[in-house]
């Protein structure tokens, strides 16, 4: 089975600087997808990023970025000019691309890193 | 709102009640899940639905007891929970593997 590492249980940052939030999965696959969902106090999930394997180029959206090394078996996010809302739990999941049987069909998730932004 | 609607919000009940969560999506989606968020821990996937048939029970305790009538509503039955059992239970939906889910806010499940 999939599993999948967050070291920092939280982090903290200035507002308007950089921030990087580490993730690493342990997986026989070649092919899968990975995903960052940022919770904040709310509750609400919500999809940050997402990361196909195949696909080299590290994904962007905005402020949002992700260095994806394959090999490493790493998928790190990077904040950019950090914002006050950003603060919250990140969640790093992995999911397979093809169901092969013989576990739970799903996303599986790190235990998160919590977000604190400095103002 | 992202369309996936969770009700209630907030629940406590005893160990001997029975309760339902609900889990409505209006996105076409055809998959619906219901995940398990306790503090200090990965969220637990309990069940999968694929097309309203169950295709995943992560070993859930049969105090817990899903039911999924059509492709857009999804239900968690409760009945004699144990203390443990406290913890924010999670709906998601998705339209295929590499989209990501999308989410209801939660209900937070206090069991006394």
């Known amino acids: 089975a999939q599993t999948v590492t967050q070291s920092q249980p939280e982090m903290s940052v200035q507002e308007a600087e950089t921030v990087t939030l580490s993730c690493t999965y342990d997986?026989?696959?070649?092919?899968?997808?990975l995903f960052w969902y940022k919770q904040p106090p709310s509750r609400q999930m919500i999809l940050v990023i997402r990361?196909?394997?195949?696909?080299?180029q590290n994904a962007t959206e905005n402020r949002f970025s992700v260095n994806f090394q394959k090999a490493a078996k790493s998928f790190s996010l990077k904040i950019s000019d950090s914002q006050l809302g950003d603060a919250a739990m990140y969640f790093c999941?992995?999911?397979?691309?093809?169901?092969?049987?013989?576990?739970?069909?799903?996303?599986?998730f790190g235990k998160g890193t919590h977000l604190i932004i400095q103002p | 709102e992202t369309g996936v609607t969770q009700t209630p919000r907030h629940l406590v009940m005893g160990m001997t009640n029975k309760k339902s969560l609900k889990c409505e999506q209006h996105?076409?989606?055809?998959?619906m899940y219901w995940y398990k968020q306790s503090a200090k821990k990965p969220l637990e996937l309990m069940f999968v639905?694929?097309?309203?048939?169950?295709?995943e029970n992560n070993s859930v305790p049969s105090r817990f007891s899903p039911e999924c009538p059509n492709s857009s509503h999804l239900f968690l039955h409760l009945h004699t929970l144990q203390p443990e059992d406290s913890a924010l239970y999670l709906c998601?939906?998705?339209?295929?593997?590499?989209?990501?889910?999308?989410f209801g806010s939660g209900t937070r499940l206090t069991v006394v």
């Open positions: 639905y694929n097309f309203k048939e169950q295709t």
């Open positions: 990361q196909e394997a195949y696909k080299q």
């Open positions: 997986t026989s696959e070649s092919d899968y997808y």
């Open positions: 998601a939906s998705d339209t295929g593997r590499g989209y990501g889910y999308t």
């Open positions: 996105l076409g989606h055809n998959a």
């Open positions: 999941a992995y999911r397979s691309v093809v169901y092969s049987g013989g576990g739970a069909d799903g996303l599986t």
